[in-house]
C-alpha cells in the first residue's frame, strides 16, 4: 500500500526532469519527462520499509533512509535529487511537500504525552540529574 502511496505522491510531485525509482521487490517506476535544466535521477530502495517512511514524514524519512544505506542514488547525486524535487516545487511560489501524515501527528502526540508522564522513578532521575 505504501508503495501506491509514493507513486501517487511522486507523480503529483515530479513534473519536469526524470525520477526513477527501484523498490526492493526489484519493480521500477518513472516519474515526470526529461526537460532541458532538470537532472535525471534513479534511486533504489534497499528495504520494503522506505517508502512508508518517506510517506509518513517525506522530509525525516528520506534523510534516515538515505543516512542509513537504504536509499541509495545510482544515477546522479544527492544535490541532484534534492534540485530536481526543489525545482518542481519551488517554495517561494508557496510550494510545500506538505506536512507530516495524518498518522505521523498521531504518533507525534501519543509519544509527546508519553514522555509528559512523570512517575516515581522519572521524579527522582530528575531530581538526581539536577541536583
Do not use: C
Not at 535521477?41 to 517508502?51: L, W, Y
Request: proline share 6%.
Amino acid at each position: 500500500m505504501s508503495k501506491s502511496l509514493l507513486d501517487r505522491f511522486l507523480s503529483r510531485g515530479v513534473k519536469q526532469g526524470q525520477l526513477g525509482v527501484v523498490f526492493a521487490d526489484g519493480s521500477a517506476s518513472t516519474f515526470g519527462t526529461p526537460a532541458p535544466g532538470f537532472p535525471e535521477i534513479v534511486i533504489r530502495f534497499t528495504d520494503a520499509k522506505v517508502p512508508r517512511d518517506i510517506i509518513l514524514d517525506p522530509r525525516l524519512g528520506a534523510a534516515e533512509a538515505f543516512m542509513d544505506g537504504r536509499l541509495l542514488i545510482e544515477e546522479g547525486d544527492v544535490m541532484g535529487l534534492v534540485s530536481l524535487l526543489r525545482s518542481n516545487n519551488p517554495w517561494d511560489k508557496g510550494g510545500d511537500i506538505g506536512p507530516p501524515s495524518l498518522l505521523k501527528r498521531l504518533m507525534n502526540r501519543a509519544s509527546f504525552a508519553a514522555e509528559q508522564v512523570n512517575n516515581r522513578v522519572g521524579s527522582k532521575q530528575n531530581v538526581a540529574h539536577h541536583y
